[in-house]
């Protein structure tokens, strides 16, 4: 089992690493401007769910074929890069859909929908396309198998439980930071004067960068071996 010293020396780096805007928290602070505090929160729980499967998938081995498979990251790229590339290319569309008098006129931020039913099935979706994100990026799955193991001593007799221990902790402070962003976006929402106006420019600069992570991990080479 990894020492105190080092757990909290992860949990610190984890906090600091989860500060780092990415797609992740894009979709995050997205969700909540454009649909309050619980979509945004869903959102956070869709994210952290995603890592959990790459948790699971390096403890037992899949990690490592994405890591020393040029063929199953590249498969798993182009899976991850659609999917982002798709998700940007939606927001611009809707931002084109919506005019500047017909965005003035839209519901009130966060405000909930009228039938319970059609919130519920939107909270799923929401918290589907956050699971998507993180699940269909290999570069996340890629990133726990560099970054956990240095916290795992090289004496420890089961690195396979201590990589899970660690990896489940990482993703506790991903769930508390990502709820923060969430959170923040909520609270800018409610307080920003015009920010139906904000929000549509903020679809279309968040469809560009889904678009532009989604190149960006077209083009990310897979590992060498």
Not at 51 to 80: D, M, Q, R
Not at 106 to 123: H, K, T, W
Not at 136 to 158: C, E, G
Not at 167 to 191: D, E, I, K, P, T
Request: aromatic fraction near 12%; charged fraction near 10%; proline fraction near 5%.
């Amino acid at each position: 089992m990894p020492e105190t010293q080092q757990v909290l020396m992860f949990m610190m780096a984890g906090v600091l690493l989860n500060l780092t805007p990415g797609p992740d928290v894009l979709y995050i602070v997205n969700q909540s401007l454009r649909g309050g505090v619980w979509r945004g929160l869903v959102a956070a729980w869709g994210i952290t769910a995603g890592c959990f499967v790459h948790v699971a998938a390096a403890a037992l081995g899949l990690g490592a074929v994405l890591a020393t498979s040029a063929e199953a990251f590249n498969l798993v790229k182009w899976i991850g890069a659609a999917y982002l590339v798709w998700m940007g290319g939606r927001l611009l569309w809707r931002t084109r859909q919506v005019a500047g008098d017909e965005v003035a006129a839209q519901p009130v931020v966060g405000q909930p929908s009228d039938s319970p039913s059609i919130e519920a099935s939107s909270l799923l979706a929401v918290f589907f396309g956050a699971f998507a994100t993180n699940a269909l990026n290999p570069k996340v799955a890629l990133f726990f198998l560099a970054f956990v193991p240095q916290f795992i001593p090289a004496q420890a007799p089961d690195p396979a439980w201590s990589f899970v221990l660690l990896g489940c902790l990482f993703n506790l402070n991903s769930l508390l930071v990502c709820m923060g962003w969430a959170l923040a976006a909520s609270w800018l929402a409610h307080r920003a004067q015009g920010m139906q106006r904000v929000m549509h420019q903020m679809d279309r600069l968040a469809g560009w960068l889904f678009v532009g992570f989604g190149l960006k991990l077209a083009f990310t080479d897979a590992p060498s071996h």
